[in-house]
């Protein structure tokens, strides 16, 4: 099993309970998620900085 670091971001969501698949299917795209975390959010901008530890697929 290999990990590996991610930062990404992605656009705020409405109703903000969406937040959490949209971070889910962006992480996905790098592998499965472990752990993730919000570290900033940019209202002007309507984003979310994620970091995140994924599992990378063999």
């Known amino acids: ?3 590996a670091f991610v930062t ?3 656009e705020l969501q ?3 309970s969406l937040l959490h698949e949209a971070i889910e299917t962006t992480l996905r795209q790098h592998g499965e998620p472990l752990r993730w975390a ?3 959010v940019d209202a002007d901008r ?3 900085a994620i970091e995140a530890v994924v599992i ?3």
């Open 1 to 3: 099993m290999q990990t």
């Open 8 to 10: 990404a971001e992605v």
């Open 14 to 16: 409405n109703p903000p």
């Open 38 to 40: 919000i570290v900033s």
């Open 46 to 48: 309507r984003r979310v």
């Open 56 to 58: 990378l697929e063999s």
